[in-house]
């Protein structure tokens, strides 16, 4: 015996696809991002455009070699490694607020400092298209030639 259901019936059982409802789209307003105000005289840390050594980073380590001395404490105590000095390149390039992060004594820390105040102006940092004092870490390595001595033991 064969069963025949209208298809009138079958449009009238209740069907989660027939029935459902969508969601309402909820869209968000656009957001706007406030930056806290900024002290003009506060230095970045980081920048879009960073500042740069006129040559860039070949230059300044050339110029650094060019012009540090080995103190001779320090040649004569052996002492090797980074002197980490942190300065402010202002808004013309000068620098500023020199100071020793990390040092490692024999005078090696004064001569980084030396020479990190002597260097010429900087190409300055950027931040929104305005040139801005931007804070920059430069670790100074100061390492001994190695002398090779025969007939000496170890």
Avoid at 76 to 99: L, M, P, T, W
Wanted: charged fraction near 25%.
């Amino acid at each position: 015996m064969k069963l025949h259901i209208p298809i009138a019936f079958l449009s009238l059982c209740p069907s989660p696809t027939l029935f459902a409802q969508e969601e309402p789209v909820v869209v968000p307003a656009p957001m706007t991002v406030q930056e806290p105000a900024h002290d003009p005289d506060e230095a970045f840390t980081i920048v879009e455009d960073m500042p740069e050594f006129p040559g860039g980073p070949e230059a300044m380590l050339k110029y650094i070699s060019s012009h540090i001395n080995y103190p001779q404490e320090a040649i004569d105590n052996g002492i090797e490694g980074a002197v980490y000095i942190s300065f402010v390149v202002e808004r013309d390039g000068s620098i500023g607020e020199a100071k020793v992060l990390r040092g490692i004594g024999g005078g090696c820390s004064e001569e980084a400092l030396r020479v990190v105040n002597s260097m010429p102006n900087w190409k300055p940092g950027k931040q929104r298209g305005k040139l801005v004092r931007t804070r920059y870490n430069l670790p100074i390595r100061f390492k001994l030639a190695s002398e090779k001595k025969e007939d000496t033991p170890k």
